[in-house]
């Protein structure tokens, strides 16, 4: 076995199968067979190619299942763990499955490997809100007030702020500043729910910016019928969910507002056997595959930038590495960004 490589299991395929099967509850024959047929051209293009491959719990089910569990993923994780886990991988080359800020991310902070985003089109509608320019503007508006930036953010717009945070340490962040003035970017749904949780602990303001998350801000009425339907069942909603929806649901509803990690610590330690997930879909099949004796129902809501990534252009990265075309997947930057954004994030996790 070569240095940085996970040994795969001979008994791969039965171990798969059984957890792709808790995770999506059933699938056809004809899809399985070619799904341990694409898991197996990329176990072997993995070794082949000294690669790792990072896979984020909005990922199908397919590129989630880790490698002890026969799967294709090295590692997965929240945005933060991902991050992190990009700077330990030993492997030259690594496939993010996730989002580009999310790859962009893992290039900042691992500028000795070669990052790949499986597709290019798999942005993020937080990141795109806002731009290093627009982070300008609000310095100017608002002078001396730090600019904690949202790990959901272009590597442009990481540059000029003071400190990155995820949605897992977002409160820690916040904290760590005396100032009484804070600008947030770019989620404002967030920023509204860190204000209502913590604005009084704090006493800080927050200025915050307009962006939203398409798949979060569509958790209204939705969940708070799911919750009427099934009063026995506990809610888990993300950080990104909007405000009036997290205080009318959890006004009435036991449960959480929260990070992804939040989420799951959550499920693990609640004796309750019912949820009403408020996140995306997949988390979903990430929730049944690690809590199979717990139920999960969802409003179903897909993030179609991470959908951009499937298994199959993931096997065609890996066919790509070390050849001419391998620069189409490869996340390149100027270096001059690459330092500038690397200190804010460099910030963030001294602080994690
Ligand atoms: P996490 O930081 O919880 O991984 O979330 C990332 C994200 O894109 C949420 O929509
Ligand atoms: Fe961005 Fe929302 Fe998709 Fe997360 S779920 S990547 S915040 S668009």
């Not at 930057?333 to 690459?338: A, F, I, P, S, Y």
Request: glycine share 6%; proline share 4%; charged share 25%.
């Amino acid at each position: 076995m070569r240095p940085g490589k996970t040994s795969i299991n001979s008994n791969w395929k039965k171990l798969f199968t059984e957890k792709y099967l808790q995770m999506t509850g059933g699938t056809s024959d004809e899809k399985l067979q070619t799904l341990l047929h694409q898991v197996e051209e990329i176990h072997e293009l993995k070794l082949e190619k000294n690669a790792t491959i990072l896979a984020h719990y909005y990922m199908p089910p397919e590129l989630q299942i880790e490698t002890i569990d026969g799967g294709v993923a090295d590692h997965t994780g929240d945005s933060l763990s991902l991050s992190v886990a990009g700077t330990k991988a030993q492997a030259a080359n690594i496939v993010f499955c996730g989002v580009k800020f999310m790859a962009e991310t893992a290039h900042i902070l691992s500028d000795n490997k070669k990052v790949f985003l499986p597709n290019a089109l798999a942005g993020c509608s937080l990141a795109e809100s806002i731009t290093g320019e627009d982070v300008k503007r609000m310095r100017l508006k608002h002078p001396g007030a730090p600019v904690i930036a949202y790990i959901n953010t272009n590597a442009e717009t990481k540059a000029e702020c003071d400190i990155i945070c995820t949605s897992r340490n977002a409160i820690k962040i916040a904290n760590s500043f005396s100032s009484p003035e804070l600008i947030f970017v770019p989620d404002k749904y967030m920023g509204q729910n860190l204000v209502h949780k913590f604005g009084k602990e704090t006493n800080k303001k927050f200025i915050l910016w307009d962006g939203s998350c398409i798949v979060h801000e569509q958790f209204l009425g939705n969940i708070k019928n799911m919750t009427m339907a099934e009063p026995e069942a506990e809610v888990l909603l993300h950080w990104e969910v909007p405000e009036q929806t997290v205080t009318s649901v959890l006004n009435t509803t036991k449960g959480i507002v929260g990070s992804t990690s939040d989420i799951l610590r959550y499920v693990e330690e609640s004796s309750a056997k019912k949820f009403i997930l408020g996140s995306e879909c997949d988390l979903g099949a990430t929730l049944k595959g690690k809590f199979p004796n717990k139920q999960f129902i969802s409003p179903c809501i897909y993030c179609s930038y991470m959908k951009e990534i499937t298994i199959s252009n993931t096997l065609e990265t890996l066919q790509q590495i070390g050849t001419p075309m391998e620069t189409e997947k490869l996340i390149i930057m100027d270096e001059e960004l690459r330092r500038r954004a690397f200190i804010p994030l460099k910030r963030m996790i001294d602080l994690s």
